[in-house]
T-cell receptor, first 113, second 113 residues
């Protein structure tokens, strides 16, 4: 079991460029999440999904889009990157929502110049 | 969701017991208390979850008093490798509408030799 994997691990973008972060899980979890973590801060929820084909907004969704076409994958897109989106992005998955155990990926460190 | 308050940082020494208290005065009847551990450059990892009294696993113990307005994570005989940020989360265990938990800033624990 690979658990939760994220691609890529690092990325540098110029302002205005676009990119997609890929999250994959092999635990057959229904719920998947995208968080961002800024230096010295806790995690903030960007978007989440309660099942294949569904997505919903979290705490800080502006500037991001997501898709969950397959149960095992959750994609996070940045259409026009801004320096304020420089952060570490974590994907997580879980059997259900709420305060239930979430399994996190290793993170993607994104720098926007 | 219940707001949580935890100390920003704590220092300890190898072999000591570390106790981190989280305050959650407005915890709801169906809320659970969960603790995560995050090492530098890694995603958070689930440590323990509880509803009332005491829960113990191979990593930690969680003490919850009868009024449930606070909880204490206890790490026995810490080692240098326990240096991490510890997050307390409070919320209903099952959330049909999706996860709206927030991680907050956490408690930075530094274990010294």
């Amino acid at each position: 079991n690979a658990g939760v994997t994220q691609t890529p691990k690092f990325r540098v973008l110029k302002t205005g460029q676009s990119m997609t972060l890929l999250c994959a899980q092999d635990m057959n979890h229904e719920y998947m999440y995208w968080y961002r973590q800024d230096p010295g801060m806790g995690l903030r929820l960007i978007h989440y999904s309660v099942g294949e084909g569904t997505t919903a907004k979290g705490e800080v969704p502006d500037g991001y889009n997501v898709s969950r076409l397959k149960k095992q994958n959750f994609l996070l897109g940045l259409e026009s990157a801004a320096p304020s989106q420089t952060s570490v992005y974590f994907c997580a998955s879980g059997w259900t929502g709420g305060n239930y155990e979430q399994y996190f990926g290793p993170g993607t460190r994104l720098t926007v110049t | 969701l219940a707001k949580t308050t935890q100390p920003i940082s704590m220092d300890s020494y190898e072999g000591q017991e570390v106790n981190i208290t989280c305050s959650h005065n407005n915890i709801a009847t169906n809320d659970y208390i969960t603790w995560y551990q995050q090492f530098p450059s890694q995603g958070p990892r689930f440590i323990i979850q509880g509803y009332k009294t005491k829960v113990t696993n191979e990593v930690a113990s969680l003490f919850i008093p009868a009024d449930r307005k606070s909880s204490t994570l206890s790490l026995p005989r810490v080692s240098l490798s326990d240096t991490a940020v510890y997050y307390c989360l409070v919320g209903p265990r099952f959330e049909a509408a999706g996860n709206k938990l927030t991680f907050g800033g956490g408690t930075r624990v530094l274990v010294k030799p």
